[in-house]
């Protein structure tokens, strides 16, 4: 789909430039580049086939990146389980930094903590954005969604916590995407989330498209190397 596909490069553009760009639209009245897409459509219109058709060049980049962070963190362990007179015969390992990109499931404390460490911005993809919705207020109720209206506005935000370090985000940047059926959709579009303006910060894609019957069509092996170099080298 193409509706799908173009709103999926929207996102990915956002996660590129971050906040490494904003627009000042009048003095004092600045814009970054925070996105939220929803992509509307009933199941079998290959919502998720036309993300990955756009996002695979990035999504292999934050896979890369958390399997390094992974095997980083295996090494800084067991330099930290060695006594100290090994430690001082050891060359030294740091801690490692996250630099996790893009993330599906995460709580409010591991999104702000990832964010501290990659200031640049952090994306969400959620396969079914009702799953993104209904984590807002799974702990806490209201608390998630007010984050997440304040980050949008790209506000600084500030988690405090009794029992671990606080986290605070001076510029959030985390766009979203995520598809949603008809149905479920009817389900959010409620007075409340109006009334906060939850729905006016969502930016929704609804094609007018039927499920087609099998075909062999598809986007030239080509075009997709040329699109692997040229947004990798843009990120």
Known sequence: SIDYMGSSLLWILALCIGNACKVEVKTGWIESVNIWIGLIGKAGLGKTPSINAVTFPIEKKNAFEIKQYQKEYRKWKEYESLPSKEKKDHE???????????????????????????????????????????????????????????????????????TAKSSFIDSPLMPVLGGIQPGIFNQINTHENKDNGFLDRLLVSFPEKEIEMYNRNSIAKEVLEWWDGYLNEFF
């Open 92 to 162: 030294e390992i740091k801690e490692p930094v996250r630099k996790q990109f893009i993330v599906n499931d995460v709580t409010i404390e591991a999104l702000a903590d990832l964010h501290e460490e990659n200031p640049v911005g952090v994306a969400v993809f959620k396969d079914e954005l009702n799953g993104w919705l209904k984590d807002m207020n799974k702990y806490k109720p209201g608390s998630d969604l007010e984050f997440w209206l304040s980050c949008w506005s790209n506000k600084a935000a500030n988690l405090t916590r009794k």
